[in-house]
Every structure is written in structure tokens, then in C-alpha cells.
């Protein structure tokens, strides 16, 4: 997506935002802001009401209203003014939870819809995720268990389906029993200047936007005990395309922008331009096909990483697809900076990522296709990585001999995450079945002296490097090649 179609883009997107010729208070229909009453009921009328008479905006004023799932529809715009807070009920039976998509909100087949102004959407998730488990675990509700967590029932705090011309702007989220909001095989989608405070429970991830076209995040933050923003494709006849993600700032106890992992369609023309991602556990920017699902045409540029496990992770896998893995091709990174640290960088929120059992020396950034499956066409340029370095060989261990760099495993089937391979040979940049890969104005630094090269190339078939610097204590072999072919260093 051009620049030029990006601005059309936003120019229809912002027909989204209504003007409203009459709006409803609250209150008009019996709704009370007392944070005991259960609206549910009265707010689902107001909203079949206002779009039964061709559509405007119910408006809520200060206060706390109580209520189970609602469901928005066409032409209905909620506007929550500051200081009115809709709280979510901890009663789970409050909440939609025989639909495959249960939530707070939920909307399906619906066209100009909004929620606006500086007012909160509280799903109180703890509570609501615990009360399921109970109810699990005494036998009166059926639901799959994974680690202790409900894995079908629990609410989000937004689910929007198959909806077109939606809005979301200024209002806050918190708290989610699971995804915070979710937009599945929408069009025409803006989401503008919300705040995202969710790390209530498990899988809080803060926007998941799945098989939607024409999309365009802006100014916005997240903190998420999971993927901050996250792209899924959950549909192989769908995909993600023509999206732009620009000015926004992540926190996670996972990764801060995401790509997957269910991948099954696959994604087109994404643009992540001007973010900031800090103090998050997994990777700043991850982009995963494990499913079979194809990658193309994403361009990412001005991303600074701060206190975060790892900077870059590209991966194709066969989790779920292994007669027909997926691709990655074209992926431009550029203007990135990256600070790694030395200890665990989600430490001390409420939901942390996993302690490893078997922990690692830092990772590298790392591109890893499969055997016979490359990921094509990677640019990295005007990069800079900071490490710790200071790896522990007698802890450790990952030799660059050709026997050594053989025997890592490809992991093809596995969950795709950076750790996996615990030790790999390389303090800066892994770089495994790749082809035309180009490097151009990259810095890698230690602060520490490291017993691993910085750069490992392992079958990459193609690749230019100008302007590669390494900067680290000591006196090292910086790069290693093994099995591959047509390296160009200039």
C-alpha cells in the first residue's frame, strides 16, 4: 500500500466518524450508571431502537454501567464520554458465551458502527475468567482446559465479525477475561488514539486484527500480558491486506507486533511505520507463517525496541500445513533500533512470559525458513542492535564447525518462538535457508565480550552485505557461512 492509497484509505476510514444529527443519553431508555444495575437488557434495546430507526448514538455520561454482552448493529454509534466506565459482569452466564465469538461487545454483519470518546470499557477478566474456571471445574459447563485456562468461553472484550466501516477511537480497555478486542474479516476499519491496559489473564492480547482488509491503526498504546498487536489469518480463502500501523506504542509479556501465529491465509501489503516497543519478552516485531499461509509485501520502518528479549524473528513452519508450507517474500525492515537486555524484560508485571527451564545465552535476531522452503527477498537497512554479550560457553553451547551448525534442529512443527532452539551459534544475526537477503548500513554491538560470531549464515543462497559493522570487546571472527552461496560484502 502506496502512501497515496494509504491516504485515500484514511480519507474513507474518517467517513466512519459520525457526525450525529440526534443523540440518545443513556439514561432515556432506563440504563443506570449505579455500577450495581445489570443494563444488559436496557442497552440492547436502546441500540435495537436507534438502529431500528435508521441509526445515531447512544451516549454514556459518568458513571458506572454493569452489563453482560450487547451486541452493536448498523448505523449505531456508543459514544462513552469521560468518566463513564462500562463495566463487564463477573457473572459469566452475563455474557454470550454459546456463540463461537463471545464478548462484551460484540457486533456480526454490521456497517458504520463506532465507539468513541474518553470514557472505559472494564471487562473485569479476572473475576469473569475465574468464575468460568469454577464453573468448569464443578461440572456444569463443558469447555476445553488448557494449563488451567478456559480456551472457548471466555469473553473478549470487543469481537467484531464480518463489519464494515467501523471506528474505534479515544476510549480505554482494560482488562479482558481473554483478547482484549478482536476484528475478524472486517473492512474498512480505523482504529485511533485508544488506550489498551489489559493484563487481567492469560492470552490479554492487546488487538488482534484477523483477515481484515483496509485497516489503519494510529496513536495508540498497548500493554498486554500477551502479543501486543497481533495480525492473525484464521481463514486460508482470507488474508490480512492493506493495513498501516503508525504512531503507536507496545508493552507485552510476549511480542510487541506479531505476525501469527495462526497463519492459514496469510498476510499482503502491511505497513508498520513510527512504533515503539519496550520492556516485552518475546520479540519487537515477529512475522510467522507456520500454517501454510503466505507472506508478501511488508514494509516496516521506524521501530524502536527497548528492554525487549529479541529485535527481529522472521520464521516459515509446518505446524499445521505440511503438504503445503507457507512463504515469506519481500519484507523490507529499515531504520530500526533495537536495545536487548541481559535479564528477564517483562519482570515484575502482573503476567509474566514464561521462566525457561533450560535458560539461554541472548539470542540473535533470526530468519529461519525450512529445508527447500526459503524466505525470500529480505532487506534489513539502517539497522542498529545493542547486546549484552558476556554468553557463557561453559553454559551454553553452540560451535560454528559444520557438524555443529548441522546438528540445530529445524523445528519445523513447533510453536514458532526464538527461544526454541535454546543456544544458537550467533550473538547478532542467525540467518537460516534464506535467499536475496540483503544487508545495508547494519550495526551490531556487545557491551560484552561474546564467544559467538555475530553474523551465521547457513544456507542462504544470495545475500549482499554493504556497510555491516560489528562492534564488540575482543578480537573475533565476526561471520561465519556454511552452505551457502553468492555472498557479497561491500
Known amino acids: 500500500m502506496n502512501r497515496l492509497k494509504y491516504i485515500i484509505l484514511l480519507l474513507a476510514l474518517t467517513t466512519v466518524c459520525h457526525v450525529s444529527a440526534k443523540q440518545y443519553k443513556a439514561s432515556y431508555f432506563g440504563i443506570k450508571s449505579n455500577g450495581t444495575t445489570l443494563n444488559t437488557t436496557s442497552i440492547q434495546k436502546a441500540i435495537d431502537y436507534i438502529h431500528e430507526t435508521g441509526g445515531d448514538t447512544l451516549v454514556f455520561y459518568v458513571g458506572r454501567y454493569l452489563t453482560g ?46 465507539i468513541s470518546g474518553k470514557g472505559v470499557i472494564d471487562g473485569q477478566g479476572f473475576e469473569v475468567a475465574y468464575n468460568l474456571t469454577d464453573q468448569i471445574h464443578k461440572g456444569i459447563l463443558d469447555d476445553p482446559m488448557q494449563l488451567d485456562r478456559p480456551a472457548n468461553r471466555r469473553p473478549h472484550g470487543i469481537y467484531f465479525r464480518e463489519c464494515n466501516n467501523v471506528s474505534i477511537s479515544g476510549i480505554t480497555l482494560r482488562n479482558t477475561a481473554f483478547w482484549v478486542q478482536t476484528y475478524d474479516q472486517c473492512e474498512y476499519l ?30 495508540s498504546f498497548f500493554d498486554a500480558a500477551d502479543d501486543a498487536i497481533c495480525f492473525k489469518s484464521h481463514d486460508a480463502t482470507k488474508r490480512c491486506e492493506n493495513i498501516e500501523v503508525h504512531n503507536c506504542v507496545a ?21 508498520i511505520i513510527n512504533n515503539k516497543v519496550y520492556d516485552t519478552f518475546r520479540s519487537a516485531i515477529t512475522i510467522a507463517t507456520p500454517d501454510g499461509g503466505k507472506v508478501e509485501n511488508i514494509f516496516v520502518d521506524s521501530l524502536y525496541a527497548y528492554n525487549t528479549g529479541n529485535a527481529i524473528f522472521l520464521r516459515i513452519g509446518t505446524r499445521k500445513n505440511k503438504e503445503q508450507p507457507g512463504s515469506i517474500d519481500n519484507v523490507t525492515i529499515q531504520n530500526m533500533y533495537a536495545e536487548i537486555p541481559a535479564t528477564k524484560p517483562d519482570q515484575g508485571y502482573g503476567y509474566e512470559g514464561p521462566v525457561e527451564d533450560l535458560p539461554r545465552n541472548v539470542s540473535p535476531a533470526i530468519i529461519f525458513g525450512i529445508p527447500g522452503v526459503d524466505i525470500n527477498n529480505v532487506t534489513l537497512r539502517d539497522i542498529e542492535i545493542v547486546y549484552p554479550g558476556g554468553s557463557n560457553p561453559n553454559y551454553a553451547y553452540r560451535g560454528t564447525k559444520p557438524a555443529d551448525l548441522d546438528a540445530i534442529p529445524e523445528m519445523t512443527d513447533s510453536y514458532p518462538e ?12 542467525y540467518v537460516r535457508h534464506a535467499s536475496n537477503l540483503t544487508l545495508e548500513n547494519v550495526t551490531l554491538k556487545a557491551k560484552e565480550k561474546d564467544y559467538r560470531p555475530a553474523i551465521v549464515f547457513d544456507d542462504v543462497k544470495g545475500a549482499t552485505l554493504s556497510g555491516v559493522t560489528y562492534n564488540v570487546p575482543g578480537k573475533r571472527r565476526n561471520f561465519i557461512q556454511h552452505q551457502s552461496t553468492r555472498i557479497t560484502q561491500k
Open 69 to 114: 454482552t450487547i451486541e452493536l448493529k448498523s448505523n449505531v454509534h456508543i459514544m462513552l464520554r469521560e468518566g463513564a466506565i462500562l463495566v463487564g459482569s463477573t457473572n459469566i452466564y452475563d455474557y454470550n458465551i454459546d456463540n463461537p465469538y463471545p464478548a462484551l461487545v460484540y457486533a456480526k454483519d454490521a456497517s458504520n458502527i463506532s
Open 418 to 429: 526464538f527461544s526454541n532452539w535454546k543456544e544458537l551459534p550467533a550473538w547478532g544475526l
Open 251 to 271: 508493552r507485552s509479556s510476549a511480542n510487541g507486533i506479531k505476525f501469527g501465529t495462526a497463519t492459514l491465509g496469510g498476510y499482503k501489503n502491511i505497513r
Open 190 to 219: 480505523r482504529i485511533d488514539g485508544i488506550t489498551v491496559d489489559s493484563k487481567a489473564f492469560w492470552n490479554n492480547d492487546g488487538l488482534d486484527i484477523v483477515d481484515c482488509k483496509e485497516v489503519v491503526v494510529s496513536n
